[in-house]
């Protein structure tokens, strides 16, 4: 079997990198909307949600970046 090039592996880590952040914070603000829905609550879960898939998308984004050392 062969090995995948350096190139390829290292285009996909920038990929998720790239990624993570955007998805993160749209399934924060989907999760929030949702339960707005439910709860009435409308615009504040959203609020807490985007917030919440942000800092999360951050998260991905710094422990990427200390896996890169290596």
Known sequence: MR???PSL???ARYWLL???VPISIG???GAGRLLDG???TEPWLQIIGFLL???AGLRQI???M???DS
């Open 9 to 11: 592996v290292s285009g």
């Open 3 to 5: 090995q995948p090039r």
């Open 62 to 64: 710094l422990q990427l």
């Open 18 to 20: 790239a990624w993570s």
């Open 53 to 55: 898939g942000a800092a």
């Open 27 to 29: 399934i924060g603000w």
């Open 66 to 68: 200390d896996g890169d």
């Open 38 to 40: 439910h709860f009435g």
